[in-house]
Every structure is written in structure tokens, then in C-alpha cells.
């Protein structure tokens, strides 16, 4: 199918901003916005720590800022670094059904932006591409998991042996290629380096691997680093296969997909856009399958006044997802089992730590008031979750009981705070603001802070990333 990749570099050509609805200019903000703020707060933990290091030894020109730091190094250095960065708290924007792509798709385009002194127009537009291709490229492949109906009483949760990331490559491409101007020719080429350099399939190991690797579901910052060589090598006139997502033997068949459905791609591209009602926002540091617990949980403590001292159990009740090994380490080795862990957000909220990446630091996940109260924490599948799902994807379940003061205090919710539905759910840009701000206000202080959340709600406005970048590279 020939057209698959004409389709999408036609797209890519034709995308101006003038010709961006407000919608998708609005919401590239908002996510752009978000990752950068996880990004500044993912200094502060050992993955993100790590990254920096390793990106300033690789070095470079000073050309792109690392998020969070006083370090300029090259657009491949910085777009490693910032990848990890945006994901190192597991806090980043989700896209469905394409998963954490933010991470994957918007260092790149950041950085090379950054380096070549474009305008925040250029970058809109690079990443509205980027988050419209996850999305469409996502939805072609096999779905990350399902649910069965074996009778009308049972469901099971099913997820297939080989599924990751790495599709997010094209998309970074896509978005990194719009930003440096290529022709048709080398964006064909590039697309086709990427197919072939884009990391194996791993989210079926990770999540029946314990303890948790930093790696998680796929590096960003190797996906990152990767769409930027990709698009390099093609500028340079580098020869790449411009049939990797056609054909019998293309992307969907070698990346272990058990479905290909192109024509979701190209439905209606550039005249609808998805990705913008397709958006998750999370407001804690940890798997998306323990937010509508936790929503429950910190309405009961903070109605009821609960304190750690006076809780006796408490059962949560959540996504099935928390009875896979990578959900149920023995032992909290790294702050990524403490994002993982099914139970240990539930300790965190207990003890009023502020939500960020202060539930991950050292000196709480190790507080033995915490350690104990993990043992008061039971956490298991939702009984209805799989049924409702099949009913309504967008309805996931949650309940939690908790016991104290001789009674027990029940809260369930049929939506989680983040969600693009119902609207009661959806994270407004003040919220945005306020995540933001409470990530990024220890790194770069106030001031700082103020002026970047201000640049980049009005990104249309910027002439110049660099000016931007100036007020995201801490002290």
C-alpha cells in the first residue's frame, strides 16, 4: 500500500499553522506545557539525574538546552536528556490510543527548534503533527490490551505477548522533519531510517519483570535521540526504506503487531483531528491505573480529616492491570517500582506528601510511618472493571473502602481526573498551570516559573525558542 506513506508525507507538506484549527493549536499548548513541566520535576529523581549526566559526556555544540539545568549541549544530547526527563516521574500526558507518545515525540522537535532559533508557530506546528501521528499510527497497530467476555459474569483482561513504543519514531520524525523543512524525497527516507532503527517491542517483558527497569515501557530518551539521527542522515542524503509501513513484510509485521489497519491513518487526515479530544492528563506520579483509586482515597481522608494514625485497612478496588508482576514488587528498589508498586501511592497520599516528585524521593519511600503503612493497603481488580469497559471504554471503575474510627468510609467513581470525558474530569488550563507550577518552582523559582507558564500558553506569540528555553533552564 503505496499510499500509506504518500498519504502521510502529503499531510506533513500541507500542515501550515494558519491552516490549524484552534482546538489542536490550544491543546498542543496545554501538553507541551505539561511535558516540560514533568520534565523540570524529573530532575529531581535518579532516572532523570542519570540521563543528564550521560547527555552532558556525550556533549556537543551548545545548541539545545537540557530541561531543568544550566547545561546547553547538542540538539542529540538534549533530546536524549529530555526525553527521560518528561518521563522519569511516570507524571506525563498520555494519548489514546497511542499511549505515553508525548515523551517519545516532543523532545526532538523541542530541541532542534531550540537550535535553529525558530518561532513558536514552527514548534506548534511540528508538534501538532507529531501528536496527531501517534495517535492514528497507534490506532493501526494491535491495541496494548483488551478484555474478554467468556460469560456474561466473567471478563478477563488480555494483553498480547509483543507490544511496545516503537512506533512513536515516525511520528517524532514526522514532526522533527516539519521543523528542519524536508522535501517529500528525504521525508520518505527518513521515515524509512526510522522504521529500521526504532527499538524493539518490550512492554510485554517489562510489565512480568520485577524489579521495575528505568526503561519502563521504552526509553524516550533512545526514541528521541533515534527520530533526530533518522532525519539527520536523510538531510545528508541518506538512502532509508520508503516502503517500511507498506507491504506484506512493513513495520506492523516486524514490530510484532497482530493487527494493520492503514486506513485509519490516512482517514480523513488533516480534515479531522483526533489527538486533541484524545488527551490524558495525570495529576500523580504514578501508573494511570491507580489514579481513579487515589481520586477516591484523597476524597475520603480529605472529607473525613484522616489521619495515617487513625486508618486501620484499606481496599482498593482498580484497574486489573495491578495484579501483573511489574504492579506488585516485593521491594521498593528505585523511585520507578514506587511509580508502580500498586499500593505505595496510597501511602503517599495518606501522609499529605505533595503530589510530584516528592512521593519518589529517597527519605519518603523509605519512612518507616510509610513502610508500616503499606501493610495496611490491599489493592485488587475491580470485579466490574472488564465488563464496563466492554460496555464503554471511557468509563473505568475505581472503588476504595477505608476503615477508621471504627467504621468504614466507601467512595467509588466511574471516571478518573485527567480524562478528556466526562467533562467534570478534564484538567483545565489553571490545573495545567498549578501541575506546572508545583513541578518546576523548586527548580527554577518563581519568577521563572511565572514567565515560562506565560510563554507558553501564548507559544504563537514567542519569535524565538531560545527565549522561551531561557526560563526552562533552572539555576
Known amino acids: 500500500m503505496k499510499e500509506i506513506m504518500e498519504g502521510i508525507t502529503r499531510f506533513i507538506l500541507d500542515v501550515e499553522f494558519e491552516s490549524l484549527p484552534f482546538d489542536v493549536v490550544h491543546n498542543t499548548k496545554r501538553m507541551l506545557l505539561d511535558s516540560i ?34 547545561q546547553r549541549v547538542s540538539s542529540l544530547s538534549a533530546s536524549f536528556a529530555n526525553g527521560e526527563l518528561m518521563n522519569a516521574l511516570d507524571m506525563d500526558g498520555l494519548m489514546f490510543p497511542a499511549g505515553h507518545a508525548p515523551p517519545m515525540v516532543t523532545p526532538a522537535p523541542l530541541a532542534m527548534a531550540e537550535a535553529l532559533s525558530l518561532s513558536g508557530k514552527d514548534l506548534i506546528v511540528a508538534l501538532s503533527i507529531a501528536y496527531e501521528l501517534s495517535i492514528r499510527l497507534g490506532g493501526a497497530l ?27 519514531i515516525f511520528a517524532g520524525v514526522a ?11 528525504s521525508l520518505g527516507n527518513a521515515m524509512g531510517i526510522a522504521g529500521h532503527i526504532s527499538p524493539v517491542p518490550t512492554m510485554g517483558k517489562w510489565s512480568h519483570t520485577t524489579p521495575n527497569a528505568m526503561t519502563k515501557y521504552g526509553s524516550a530518551g533512545f526514541i528521541s535521540q533515534a527520530e533526530i539521527l533518522a532525519v539527520l542522515l536523510a538531510k ?30 490516512l482517514k480523513k487526515i488533516g480534515e479531522k483531528w483526533r489527538f486533541p479530544t484524545r488527551i490524558i492528563y ?35 478496588f482498580i484497574d ?37 516528585a516528592d512521593w519518589q524521593k529517597d527519605e519518603n519511600i523509605n519512612n518507616p510511618d510509610i513502610q508500616g503503612f503499606l501493610k495496611k493497603i490491599e489493592v ?13 471504554p471511557r468509563v473505568p471503575l475505581s472503588k476504595v473502602q477505608v476503615t477508621a474510627r471504627g467504621k468504614t ?31 518546576a518552582i523548586s527548580v527554577l523559582g518563581q519568577e521563572s516559573t511565572d514567565s515560562a507558564i506565560e510563554l507558553l500558553m501564548n507559544l504563537e506569540g514567542v519569535r524565538d525558542i531560545s527565549i522561551l528555553m531561557e526560563h526552562l533552564s533552572g539555576s
Not at 529531581?44 to 538546552?65: F, H, R
Not at 522533527?176 to 524525497?185: I, Y
Not at 484522616?306 to 486508618?311: F, S
Not at 508498586?341 to 506528601?353: E, T, V
Open 37 to 70: 513541566g514533568c520534565a523540570i520535576a524529573g530532575t529531581l529523581v535518579d532516572k532523570g539525574k542519570y540521563a543528564i549526566n550521560v547527555s552532558k559526556a556525550i556533549g556537543g555544540s551548545p545548541e539545545s538546552t537540557i530541561l531543568g539545568s544550566n
Open 142 to 168: 494491535s491495541e496494548w490490551r483488551w478484555f474478554v467476555a467468556d460469560d456474561p459474569d466473567f471478563v478477563r483482561m488480555e494483553m498480547p505477548a509483543v507490544s511496545g513504543m516503537g512506533f512513536c
Open 175 to 185: 514532526g522533527l522533519a516539519k521543523v528542519l523543512g524536508l522535501d517529500g524525497e
Open 236 to 265: 545528508e542524503g541518506y538512502a532509508g526504506d520508503k516502503t517500511v509501513l507498506d507491504g506484506e513484510h512493513g513495520f506492523f509485521e516486524f514490530c510484532g503487531s497482530q493487527r494493520w489497519r492503514p486506513e485509519l491513518i
Open 282 to 316: 495525570k495529576p500523580y506520579p504514578c501508573c494511570r491505573a491507580m489514579h481513579g483509586g487515589l481520586d477516591c482515597f484523597i476524597d475520603i481522608i480529605e472529607k473525613n480529616s484522616l489521619n495515617p494514625e487513625e486508618i486501620e485497612e484499606v481496599k482498593v
Open 320 to 356: 486489573p492491570l495491578v495484579t501483573l508482576p511489574a504492579w506488585n514488587v516485593s521491594e521498593i528498589h528505585s523511585h520507578v517500582d514506587a511509580q508502580f508498586l500498586a499500593s505505595y501511592p496510597f501511602a503517599a497520599a495518606a501522609f499529605r506528601i505533595k503530589s510530584g
Open 380 to 392: 485488587y481488580a475491580h470485579p466490574d472493571y472488564g465488563k464496563t469497559i466492554l460496555d464503554d
Open 409 to 439: 468510609f466507601e467512595e467509588e467513581r466511574d471516571w478518573k481526573k485527567g480524562n478528556p470525558w466526562p467533562d467534570k474530569a478534564r484538567m483545565t488550563d489553571q490545573e495545567l498551570a498549578d501541575k506546572f507550577k508545583s513541578n
